[in-house]
Nanobody, 118 residues
Framework: QVQLVESGGGLVQPGGSLSLSCAAS????????MGWYRQAPGKQRELVAT???????NYADSAKGRFTISRDNAKNTVYLQMNSLRPEDTAVYYC????????????WGQGTQVTVSS
């Protein structure tokens, strides 16, 4: 079992920046990939960005050029730097850990609220 705890959400004006952190209770190196997802009110949860164990990254089109995902294996922490935020980025952001065994369930954090509004 692993626990994922997100932090760093809050209220920011359009065009502003926020940095999210996801601290894992154990080593993140044992996961195939770590990622960030988000869910806006009335919408399905969607991928924002992922980072594989080898460092390869993947971004949703909406995040490309504005968001950066990174990881610090020594600290068991994954980050999401979000710049040029837009009102449509408003959502609850969830941290995800995907095991190597595809038959195993993913791990999810409790989420952190990001609100982009003037």
């Amino acid at each position: 079992q692993v626990q994922l705890v997100e932090s760093g959400g809050g209220l920011v004006q359009p065009g502003g920046s926020l940095s999210l952190s996801c601290a894992a209770s154990g080593s993140i190196s044992r996961f195939y990939a770590m990622g960030w997802y988000r869910q806006a009110p009335g919408k399905q949860r969607e991928l924002v960005a992922t980072i594989a164990s080898g460092g390869r990254t993947n971004y949703a089109d909406s995040a490309k050029g504005r968001f950066t995902i990174s990881r610090d294996n020594a600290k068991n922490t994954v980050y999401l730097q979000m710049n040029s935020l837009r009102p449509e980025d408003t959502a609850v952001y969830y941290c995800n850990a995907k095991p190597w065994n595809s038959r195993s369930s993913d791990y999810w954090g409790q989420g952190t609220q990001v609100t982009v509004s003037s």
